[in-house]
């Protein structure tokens, strides 16, 4: 009986970096698809053989849940095994422990020139398979407990979460809500104490549209001493539930019954949802300016004034060598980026964790990009070159 492969990202709140590994028998064949549709492209997968792993820090890596009968990888996987590893998952790629990495962020350029010592040609490069939106949540007695969102512009979430806005009646938060009632409540910030790509993504926000309220270093570490810090997502949103009155930003899967601002885009306030996020990348551009080869980096738009959009986002990329010197590695790294950027992959990580899906636009790049290069796959008992998704 043959076994196929599985990579799942788990989100795990415990703030540890888990690693999905199964082996399988099959075929020392690579994996092919073609571009009708993901259900074709699964139908037409190779069995792969092997032991394989991946790498994601855990509030990157919601895509999938264990078990699930929708988050299937090409292969149709079976019986997954999962352990925790140390670490993130940029990190445990470097070593070579794992096949690809899952990053909130896109690789540093010393990150890059690390990846020559794990590659067996070329420098790694990273592909855009899911967006997250930000959610800025709060807990304000007789507002967000009836279900009501507060609106507020770029200048304002930033003068609050630097402090310079200290309470939930100030004339910066009243003027955008005149059909609120809003009391005289001192706000409390909760941001992240640990280290944090959801940090470094939403300052960047205040960065590109309100710097001059917004003077810190980019940063994956809180900049200033406002508010209380706690750690990881599930710390941030426990500790906003737990007093009234408190504001800070995590996940958007993760919100609950917490209420979100609606954030301020030209001239209307736009709530946050999987397809708002969505929008904002579907009007940002690839950023050229990044080092290497194949690399698929968005830089965010977070001044759009798209229709619908909502600005802060995350986009998280998972990250691999253009060769490796076992074959059933290259392939199994590009069956899976295959599934998580196919429509299938997509829409079990939506399913699964509320993230937006790619616009076609990116997901055209990413094969007009990639697909060139798919009869470059070389096997031999010592190297495998691959190129990224063909789906």
């Known amino acids: 009986m043959q076994k196929n492969i599985l990579v799942r990202s788990i989100a795990a709140l415990s703030g540890i970096v888990m690693l999905a590994s199964v082996a399988a028998c099959g075929d020392n064949t690579a994996t092919t698809t073609d571009n009708s549709s993901s259900s074709d492209s699964t139908s037409k997968s190779t069995p792969i053989s092997g032991n394989f792993s991946g790498a994601a820090p855990p509030l990157s890596r919601p895509l999938l849940k264990l078990g699930s009968p929708a988050s299937r ?60 939106p930000i959610a800025v949540v709060f807990n304000l007695k007789g507002v967000s407990d009836a279900g009501k969102h507060i ?143 194949n690399r698929i980096v968005i830089k965010i738009n977070h001044a759009t004034e798209a229709e619908g959009a909502y600005p802060i986002v995350l986009v998280s990329y998972d990250i691999v060598c253009p060769a490796y010197k076992d074959t059933k590695q290259a392939e199994f790294a590009k069956a899976w980026l295959t599934y998580v950027t196919s429509d299938e992959g997509q829409k079990a990580a939506q399913d699964a964790a509320g993230t937006a899906p790619l616009p076609s636009s990116l997901k055209s790049k990413i094969t007009q990009v990639h697909r060139g290069h798919q009869d470059q796959v070389m096997t031999s008992a010592r190297k495998v070159v691959w190129t990224g998704p063909d789906n």
């Not at 670490?87 to 070593?95: E, S």
């Not at 010393?110 to 990273?126: N, R, Y």
């Not at 630097?162 to 941001?191: F, R, S």
């Open 73 to 132: 990888a090409p292969t149709e996987p079976r019986s997954p095994t999962t352990r925790p590893v140390p670490g993130a998952g940029v990190q445990t790629f470097l070593t070579g422990a794992t096949a690809w990495a899952g990053s909130d962020k896109a690789l540093a350029d010393d990150e890059v020139e690390q990846s020559k010592s794990v590659c067996t040609e070329g420098t790694a490069f990273d592909v855009p398979v899911y967006i997250s």
């Open 151 to 293: 609106n507020m512009d770029a200048a304002t979430i930033a003068k609050i979460f630097d402090g310079k806005i200290t309470k939930w009646n100030d004339p910066a938060i009243a003027d955008q809500n005149k059909d609120l009632k809003l009391p005289d409540t001192a706000i409390t910030v909760v941001h992240r104490s640990d280290k944090s790509g959801t940090t470094q993504n939403f300052v960047s926000y205040f960065k590109d549209v309100t710097p001059d309220n917004w003077t810190y270093d980019l940063s994956e570490n809180w900049p200033n001493e406002v508010g209380q810090g706690a750690k990881g997502t599930s710390g941030v949103i426990s500790t906003v539930k737990q007093a009234d009155g408190t504001i800070g930003y995590a996940d958007f899967s993760q919100v609950g019954d917490l209420g979100t601002v609606a954030v301020k885009v030209g001239d209307k306030y736009n709530e946050i949802s999987a397809e708002a996020g969505s929008k904002v990348i579907g009007d940002s551009k690839q950023d050229d300016t990044v080092k290497g080869d």
